[in-house]
C-alpha cells in the first residue's frame, strides 16, 4: 500500500520553501502572462526559458531545470490548456511523474498557478493520482534484487488547498492498487485457495462480514453452470465470495449495490485449448473480480453511507478428463438449461449463476466487472470498455462518467433480436454462438437473462485491464481499469439516486 503523506497550502512558496523539496513539478495554464509567472520563486529564469521555447511551449508541454539553490532543486515547469480532457490530463500528468523520476527524490513540491480554483484543483488531482500510480509496488519475483528504489514519502501542494485533502483520490489508489497488483500476480501464487486467504485478510482488517459459497454449497443451490467450469480443475477450490459493508450510521431505505466479479484465476480455454499466444497472460483473466474488490475497498475507505456487497466469482477454467465439453447442457441455478458452444466462454457461466444469487436478493443496482470477450477489444482497442445495461437510458451517464473519470466507456445496443443467435434446439439457450462479430453483445444478453426481479445491472467488459505502456496516470500494462470509474458514476453522478425502476 502507498503511504505518501500529502500537505496543502493556498499560498505560493517562497524561495525557502522551494529550496527545501528536492524536486517540484509547477503547472501554469497555456496562456498564463509573463507578469504571472513572476510571481512564481525564480519566475525570472522561467519566463527566460519559456522565451526561448517561443510557440513549442504550448499545452501539455513542459522544460526541465536545475534550479540556482544550495540544493540544486530540480524543477518541471508544465502548462495545459483549461479545457484539456481528464484522460489527457491524466495521461500528461503521468508523464511528468516519470520525468520527474529520472531526478527523484523522498519529497516532491507541486505548484498549480494561475487556474481558478475549479480548474486548479482538477489539475493538482490529477497529478496526485499520477504521483500514487507510480509508487504502487507491483508484484516482483526476481532472484536479483535492483538498487533500492527511492520511494516518495511526502508530497507538498501549493496554490491549494481543499477541505476534502483528496481523500477520494487516495482511496480510488489504494483500490486501484489492490486491483492491479492481485491481477499480476502468476496463477500458482493467486489459486482460488490464496485468493480466498487474501479475501479473509482484507475482510478482517476493514471489519466485512464474509461468506464463501464452495463446490459443495453450490451444487446445492443447482449452480450447475458454474459447477460445470470448476470441475475441469484438479483442485475443488472453486467458490464464491460474498464480501458485505455496512456503514456505520444505518438510513432505513437507503440504496444498496452490488459488485461482481469475474475470478477466473487462469483461462486455458478448457476443451477449446487456447493457442499459446493467447493463452500467455491468462492469469489476468480474474482481474474483474480484483477490480470488483478494489472498487469495494475504495468505498469503504470512504465510508459511504449505504451498504455495499462484492461477489467474487473464483475458479480455475482447467483442461481434463473431468472438463465440460461443447454440447454438454447444464442448469443454471434459476432452472435454465445451457447448451454449451464453447468452453472458453467461460466467465458467462460462472457470473449466470453469481448473478441468480446476487439478484433474488433485490440490491438498487448491481455492476459487473469482467474480461469477458475478445470481440470487445475488436470493437474499441484497448483505450476504452465496452459496458452493457438493461436500463438504456443510463448511457449518457454511464459515457460522462467514463468521461469525467478518465476510465472511458462505451455502450454496445443490447436490443432483443440478439437472441436469435442463441437460441438452442436441445435447450433453453445457447452458451454463445459459433458466429463471430458480436460476441460481446450475444455475452451480455446471455448475462441479463440470469438478472431477475429487474434489478437495474451494469457489465463492464474490461477491453482496456491491460495495454502496452499503461493508460492514463496509471504506468502499468495492467490497468485495474474500473475503480476511478465507478467512483464517479455513484458519487458525482450518484446514480444510485436515479429512478432505475
Known amino acids: ?4 503523506k500529502l500537505q496543502q497550502n493556498a499560498n505560493l512558496p517562497g524561495k525557502n520553501q522551494v529550496g527545501k523539496i528536492s524536486n517540484w513539478i509547477i503547472l501554469v495554464p497555456e496562456s498564463i502572462s509573463d507578469s504571472e509567472i513572476k510571481k512564481i520563486p525564480y519566475g525570472q529564469i522561467l519566463n527566460q526559458r519559456k522565451k526561448q521555447l517561443k510557440k513549442k511551449f504550448s499545452s501539455k508541454s513542459y522544460f526541465s531545470l536545475d534550479l540556482p539553490n544550495e540544493k540544486i532543486c530540480h524543477l518541471l515547469f508544465a502548462c495545459a490548456g483549461i479545457s484539456i ?43 496526485i493520482a499520477a504521483a500514487f500510480a507510480s509508487e504502487a509496488e507491483m508484484p516482483a519475483f526476481k532472484s536479483s534484487k535492483n538498487k533500492q528504489q527511492i520511494k516518495l514519502k511526502k508530497l507538498y ?8 485533502g483528496f481523500k477520494r483520490t487516495i482511496a480510488e489508489a489504494e483500490g486501484n492498487e489492490l486491483a492491479r497488483r492481485l491481477s499480476i500476480l502468476p496463477s500458482n ?37 458454474f459447477v460445470a467450469v470448476a470441475q475441469g480443475s484438479p483442485v475443488a477450490d472453486a467458490g ?25 484465476c487462469y483461462d486455458t480455454g478448457g476443451t ?44 480455475m477454467n482447467h483442461i481434463g478428463p473431468k472438463a465440460y ?6 442448469t443454471a441455478s434459476d432452472g435454465t438449461t445451457i447448451e454449451v458452444v464453447h468452453t472458453d466462454a467461460e466467465g458467462r457461466m460462472i457470473l449466470s449463476d453469481t448473478l441468480v444469487l446476487v439478484s433474488r436478493l433485490k440490491p438498487s443496482l448491481i455492476i459487473d466487472y469482467a474480461t469477458l470477450t475478445g470481440a470487445c477489444i475488436y470493437s474499441l482497442g484497448k483505450a476504452y470498455s465496452g459496458i452493457f445495461t438493461n436500463k438504456e437510458e443510463l448511457n449518457p451517464v454511464l459515457i460522462d462518467a467514463g468521461k469525467d473519470s478518465g476510465e472511458r466507456v462505451w455502450p454496445f445496443p443490447m436490443d432483443e433480436d440478439y437472441d436469435k443467435m442463441l437460441e438452442s434446439d436441445i435447450a433453453d439457450i445457447k452458451q454463445c454462438s459459433r458466429e463471430s462479430g458480436s460476441d460481446h453483445i450475444l455475452a451480455s444478453r446471455f448475462l441479463q437473462r440470469f438478472v431477475k426481479n429487474d434489478v437495474p445491472w451494469i ?18 500494462d495492467t490497468t485495474g481499469f474500473g475503480v476511478r470509474f465507478t467512483l464517479n458514476l455513484l458519487l458525482d453522478k450518484k446514480i444510485l439516486g436515479h429512478n432505475l425502476k
Not at 491524466?90 to 508523464?95: D, Q, S, T
Not at 501542494?157 to 476534502?164: A, Q
Not at 457489465?459 to 502499468?476: C, E, V, W
Open 325 to 330: 465439453k461443447p454440447n454438454d447442457v447444464v
Open 85 to 127: 480532457s481528464r484522460y489527457e490530463l491524466l495521461g500528461f500528468a503521468a508523464k511528468l511523474l516519470k520525468e520527474n523520476n529520472t531526478c527523484k527524490g523522498t519529497d516532491l513540491g507541486i505548484l498549480v498557478h494561475g487556474f481558478d480554483k475549479e480548474v486548479a484543483e482538477k489539475m493538482a488531482e490529477a497529478l
Open 1 to 4: 500500500m502507498v503511504t505518501i
Open 272 to 315: 477449446n485449448l487456447k493457442p499459446a499466444n493467447y493463452m500467455f497472460g491468462m492469469h489476468e483473466d480474474m482481474q474483474g473480480s480484483a477490480v470488483a474488490l478494489g472498487t469495494f475497498l475504495a468505498l469503504t475507505r470512504l465510508k459511504v453511507n449505504f451498504p455495499v456487497e462484492c461477489w467474487l466469482s473464483l475458479a
Open 189 to 225: 501464487k493467486l489459486t482460488p485457495t490464496e485468493y480466498l486467504k487474501e479475501a479473509r485478510s482484507l475482510a478482517k482488517a476493514n471489519n466485512w462480514k464474509l461468506e464463501f459459497y464452495d463446490l459443495k454449497e453450490l451444487k446445492k443451490k443447482k449452480a450447475g453452470a
Open 459 to 476: 457489465h463492464i467488459d474490461l477491453s482496456s485491464s491491460n495495454r502496452k505502456g499503461g493508460l492514463a496516470h496509471i504506468p502499468t
Open 240 to 264: 464464491i465470495i460474498r464480501l458485505r459493508y455496512t456503514p456505520q450510521k444505518k438510513i432505513s431505505g437507503k440504496n444498496s449495490l452490488s459488485l461482481v466479479g469475474k475470478g477466473i
Open 157 to 164: 501542494l501549493y496554490g491549494l488547498k481543499t477541505s476534502h
